[in-house]
Every structure is written in C-alpha cells, then in structure tokens.
C-alpha cells in the first residue's frame, strides 16, 4: 500500500501518491475448451446446435490471452459452422472465442466433431468437440426384404415376418415410431390379431408375425405411417402371399353306388382328393382298378386300366355270377 507523509500528524500536499501499472500476458500457451460438449449436445440433422463451441487462450501462467486468431474446423459428417466448413475467429478481451455448428446430415451418436486449433502457434495443441445429430421428421416408410410370398398348405412355414423401415429426408432411421398394421383381405393374422401398431427400433424397423390360414387364398397386409395425419411417403406399404393347395393327402369316395348292380349297369363313381387341410386338388391323376371274382374266387377276372385279365377264361359266367371290387389310388 502506498505510504501516507505526514507533517505533524497532517499529510503532506499530494500524499498519498498511487502508482499504476498494467500486467501484460505473455505468449499464447495453451488452448482449454469452455463449453459446448460436457453434456454431449444433440438436436436434429441439419439444425443448430443448442449451445456454441467455446474455446480460451492462455499463457503459462493461465492468463487469458486477447486478440489471438483461432480456427474452428469441422472434421465429421458434412455439418457447417455459421454456413462454412471451416471459419476463424478472435479472442476477446478474455481471451474467448466460440462459433455455432449446424449439425450435418448424418443421424448418429457423436456424429459431427469440430477441431480448434491456434494456427499461428503450432505448439499449442488443438482440441475437439463432438455432438450428436438425431434423425429429422419421418419422411418415408418402405417394405426391407421381400413383400411378396406363396406358400404350399400344410408345408411347416406358413408364419412369415414382415418389415417396415422409416427415415428422414436424409435416410436416417426414426426410431419409436408408430406403425399401424392390419389385414386387408385372407384368412390371416398379425400377432394373432386383425390389426396392430408397432414402434420402430432403433434400426427404423417395425416387424409383425403374420400367420397365414388353410385356405387357398391371396393375403393382403399392409403398413401405414403418418406424420400430423399426413402418410408418409409410400405409404401404406403392401405385403401378399397367396396360400396354395399343398401336396396330395387325402383320397375319398364322394358317392356310393349301392352294393347291387345290373349286369351293364353304368356306375357313376366321384372321387376327391384333398391336402392335409382337406382342401381340394385338382387336376391331379387318380389311378382307378377293377377287380371281379366269385364267391369261391376260383374264376377271379381282374380289369386293370381298361384290360381284362381272368383265371379260368369264362368271362360269361363271370359277367353273372362275379362280384366287383373297384380300388382309387393316388
């Protein structure tokens, strides 16, 4: 502190006197980072970033340092800093300087990052901020894989699973968004029900269990999404499958023409032939046998495929006396 004079206990004209002197930092030293990453910012593709990247100058013994160039960079995705890649700014007078990041187009965690560095001064180390850009407003919902099935009854797989995916305009992933699920036409179900709202995951995708009936039939599912009550584009997305007769397993007489016949008479025989789920088949061959013979099957004739074959060759005692056996195979 300055020293008062005094002069019988009075100061002395101009006492005290106050000398003043201003502290200078020396060269730039190290560059620390204020804010702008510690929590990790976030907001959606192609937007502002929340909070500036903040940096200060300091000289060795932590003085801010004024007046000193800094360069912002970006180094991740394709975002922008104030409209540039890359832009150069000038610490204040305590010693900080910041910029803004309009986050790119890439949804992603940590996926924009920005580097300052002092480019005078290669000594002094850069540092780096990161952020993450989340995916924008759904803008399109597509069928992944196929959409399209046929399926043979009574095959083991008649349950298939069904995806949807939903992006932004930039074709990142909308996670936890609604899909609405339902049957149009068939015998079918979607997790065991007529309709359905599933959530995205963290892929963009909504999956559904469809089971198909035993009926042959076209199926038809579809997939809707919508935005204020708006559909997205492409939507609804449609899925079929057509359900097909499968493999013969089933022969069965339709008719029964009595146990007692006129010689000559015609018989009218009707068969069917149907799969596991007895549904029918048609145009598949049936191999149809005659067998004749006797009470004491000692002058048996057989007709197998319109030829005639007998044991004893009477075929007029045979015509009266036989009984007749036809056999259906397939």
Same mark, same amino acid.
Request: some cysteine; glycine content about 6%.
């Given at each position: 502190?300055?020293?008062?004079?005094?002069?019988?206990?009075?100061?002395?004209?101009?006492?005290?006197?106050?000398?003043?002197?201003?502290?200078?930092?020396?060269?730039?030293?190290?560059?620390?980072?204020?804010?702008?990453?510690?929590?990790?910012?976030?907001?959606?593709?192609?937007?502002?970033?929340? *909070?500036?990247?903040?940096?200060?100058?300091? *000289?060795?013994?932590?003085?801010?340092?004024?007046?000193?160039?800094?360069?912002?960079?970006?180094?991740?995705?394709?975002?922008?800093?104030?409209?540039?890649?890359?832009?150069?700014?000038?610490?204040?007078?305590?010693?900080?300087?910041?910029?803004?990041?309009?986050?790119?187009?890439?949804?992603?965690?940590? !996926?924009?990052?920005?580097?300052?560095?002092?480019?005078?001064?290669?000594?002094?180390?850069?540092?780096?901020?990161?952020?993450?850009?989340?995916?924008? $407003?759904?803008?399109?919902?597509?069928?992944?894989?196929?959409?399209?099935?046929?399926?043979?009854?009574?095959?083991?797989?008649?349950?298939?699973?069904?995806? @949807?995916?939903?992006?932004?305009?930039?074709?990142?992933?909308?996670?936890?968004?609604?899909?609405?699920?339902?049957?149009?036409?068939?015998? !079918?179900?979607?997790?065991?029900?007529?309709?359905? @709202?599933?959530?995205?995951?963290?892929?963009?995708?909504?999956? @559904?269990?469809?089971?198909?009936?035993?009926?042959?039939?076209?199926?038809?599912?579809?997939?809707?999404?919508?935005?204020?009550?708006?559909?997205?584009?492409?939507?609804?997305?449609?899925?079929?499958?057509?359900? @097909?007769?499968?493999?013969?397993?089933?022969?069965?007489?339709?008719?029964?023409?009595?146990?007692?016949?006129?010689?000559?008479?015609?018989?009218?025989?009707?068969?069917?032939?149907?799969?596991?789920? $007895?549904?029918?088949?048609?145009?598949?061959?049936?191999?149809?046998?005659?067998?004749?013979?006797?009470?004491?099957?000692?002058?048996?004739?057989?007709?197998?495929?319109?030829?005639?074959?007998?044991?004893?060759?009477?075929?007029?005692?045979?015509?009266?006396?036989?009984?007749?056996?036809?056999?259906?195979?397939?």
């Amino acid at each position: 502190m300055p020293q008062v004079v005094k002069e019988n206990n009075q100061p002395l004209n101009g006492s005290p006197v106050e000398f003043r002197g201003t502290v200078k930092p020396e060269a730039p030293a190290s560059l620390i980072k204020l804010h702008g990453d510690d929590p990790i910012q976030s907001a959606p593709v192609m937007t502002i970033a929340p *909070d500036s990247f903040a940096v200060a100058i300091l *000289d060795k013994y932590n003085n801010p340092v004024p007046n000193t160039e800094v360069l912002f960079t970006v180094t991740g995705s394709n975002g922008s800093l104030e409209g540039m890649p890359q832009i150069t700014k000038v610490t204040n007078s305590a010693g900080a300087a910041w910029t803004w990041l309009n986050l790119g187009t890439h949804a992603a965690l940590y !996926s924009d990052s920005v580097q300052v560095s002092v480019p005078n001064i290669p000594d002094i180390s850069p540092v780096e901020f990161v952020a993450t850009a989340e995916s924008g $407003q759904p803008n399109r919902i597509y069928a992944v894989g196929d959409s399209s099935w046929q399926q043979p009854i009574g095959q083991t797989q008649k349950i298939f699973q069904p995806e @949807v995916k939903i992006v932004d305009t930039y074709n990142n992933p909308v996670i936890n968004y609604d899909v609405n699920f339902a049957i149009l036409q068939g015998s !079918s179900s979607v997790d065991n029900k007529q309709s359905i @709202v599933k959530q995205t995951n963290d892929d963009g995708i909504a999956q @559904v269990t469809w089971r198909l009936g035993n009926t042959p039939s076209e199926h038809i599912l579809e997939a809707s999404a919508a935005l204020n009550s708006v559909p997205l584009n492409n939507s609804p997305v449609r899925f079929n499958a057509v359900t @097909v007769t499968g493999a013969p397993k089933y022969i069965s007489l339709i008719n029964t023409p009595g146990d007692t016949l006129t010689a000559g008479q015609s018989i009218p025989i009707t068969l069917r032939v149907t799969d596991t789920a $007895q549904n029918p088949i048609a145009n598949h061959p049936v191999h149809l046998s005659v067998t004749h013979y006797n009470s004491d099957d000692e002058h048996a004739v057989f007709v197998v495929d319109g030829k005639l074959y007998h044991r004893n060759h009477d075929p007029y005692r045979c015509q009266r006396l036989c009984k007749r056996r036809i056999y259906a195979d397939s």
